[in-house]
């Protein structure tokens, strides 16, 4: 797993959930029966209280890789398939992301929250991120070996960078920008464990009084949805979100609201003569020429995605 790219929370996620199995069906996953491995994952997906449809997934996924290291693809093909869940993200207004901030009164946490909402990233990326990633004088972010093993840099607000250098002051972090272990003498330590980014954003939510669901992908979300909203071309903003294909970030399309197309009720304009037009919104524009103009995306069928989403919207 490690010649082939795949990260050590994959090894020992998979790991774990092989031996899981192993402990259910008493042997070596990979020599149990196909009937054997059917009546495991029933057993799974019937335990609600043990195994959540996520747990169920990855369930899968480590069986599926069992079986394409040890050369059977014939078992691989058997296991079923998973179907993704086509739920629109959940976005936070400019008021709420206001609140959040104005709760923060921890300087550490404040700068988590911008780095979340103010450059998009995912809560792994902030979590890695070293005081040389940044760079003051031309207020960029170096974001090192996010998803997919790349490298990206994302525009840095002034206000971020004033909460940064209060923050550095204080602190004074040597390596690593943000740090929530106490042993100093090792980086693994000293990183902030997934757990604990979600008690700071849930802790920050509660007391701005904010009903939605809040988790960091909140803010990467609102982040996204904020700048097309502000006119930013959904190329642009692929970009800075790291995504390896557009169909990822078109979803926003979805979830934007437009000042030029805002849904209205039927009941609204039921007696009125002239009913507002109903136009397409900028970015959505800007991409399809963009489309017609590059032809890599004419010859990669993107064209035709796109106009799906078209089709979806109006």
């Known amino acids: 797993m490690a010649i082939m790219g795949r990260s ?20 070596v996953p990979t020599e149990a029966d196909h009937e054997q ?11 609600a209280l043990n195994a959540s449809s996520s747990f169920f997934k990855f369930a899968i996924f480590s069986l599926r890789y069992a079986y394409k290291i040890e050369g059977m693809p014939e078992r691989y093909h058997k296991l079923p398939s998973i179907k993704t869940n086509k739920k629109l993200p959940v976005v936070l207004s400019r008021g709420e992301v206001k609140r959040l901030i104005a709760v923060t009164s921890n300087i550490q946490h404040k700068v988590l929250i911008g780095l979340l909402y103010g ?33 990206r840099y994302v525009p840095l607000s002034v206000v971020l960078l004033g909460w940064i250098r209060e923050y550095t002051d204080i602190y004074e972090p040597s390596d690593l920008l943000l740090y929530g ?11 902030y464990s997934p757990k604990g980014f979600s008690w700071i954003i849930g802790q920050a939510a509660q007391k701005a009084k904010i009903s939605k669901h809040t988790t960091s992908h909140t803010l990467r979300h609102t982040f996204a949805t904020h700048l097309l909203e502000e006119g930013l071309d959904i190329v642009s903003i692929k970009e800075l979100l790291g995504h390896s294909r557009i169909e990822t970030t078109l979803v926003y399309l979805h979830v934007a609201h437009y000042d030029r197309y805002k849904p209205f009720s039927p009941l609204d304009t039921l007696y009125q003569k002239n009913k507002p037009p109903i136009k397409k919104p900028d970015q959505l524009c800007q991409l399809l020429q963009h489309i017609n ?22």
């Open 181 to 191: 272990g106490q042993n100093p003498h090792n980086l693994f330590y000293k990183k």
């Open 293 to 314: 103009d590059c032809n890599s995306c004419k010859n990669s069928g993107l064209g035709e995605i796109v106009h799906q989403q078209e089709m979806v919207l109006y």
């Open 8 to 27: 050590q929370s994959t090894l020992e996620n998979y790991a774990n959930h092989l031996a899981k199995a192993a402990v259910y069906l008493n042997c």
């Open 119 to 151: 450059c998009g990233l995912r809560a792994s990326e902030v979590r890695h991120l070293m005081l040389t990633d940044i760079d003051f004088d031309r207020k960029m972010l170096h974001v090192r070996q996010g998803k997919g093993k790349k490298d």
């Open 37 to 47: 491995v059917e009546q495991y994952l029933f057993y799974l997906h019937q335990s």
